[in-house]
């Protein structure tokens, strides 16, 4: 578990997530705690070595579930979770990320 000075001294080094990560991170947390943790499903071959899901599963602020219904062929299908430390990651940056949002937190559409 990483604390907020731990997630600061990591982007002091190695630098925040890219917009677009960021983005995709804010909008996976905000569907797990504000649905109940609704499901946001990919296939594997989407997220494992993508430039975009893979960094973030390597800092581990995103992570994952595989779910494979077996059979020859078959595809398998990974749940995305957004960890503790993508939390606080996100909370860290909330006030910024909010604002990129075309709704507010009220669901009206920015100006």
């Not at 296939?43 to 975009?52: A, Q, T, Y």
Request: a negative charge; hydrophobic letters at 35%; glycine letters at 8%.
């Amino acid at each position: 578990m990483s604390t907020e000075a731990e997630i600061i001294a990591e982007i002091e080094e190695m630098g925040r997530l890219t917009e677009e990560q960021e983005d995709i991170l804010y909008n996976i947390a905000l569907r797990q705690e504000e649905l109940g943790r609704q499901p946001t499903i990919l296939l594997r071959e989407k997220v494992d070595g993508s430039p975009i899901y893979q960094p973030m599963i390597d800092r581990e602020v995103l992570t994952y579930q595989l779910y494979n219904h077996g059979g020859a062929g078959s595809h398998e299908v990974v749940n995305l979770i957004v960890t503790l430390k993508g939390m606080r990651y996100v909370i860290l940056h909330s006030d910024e990320l909010s604002l990129r949002r075309k709704v507010d937190p009220a669901g009206n559409y920015r100006d």
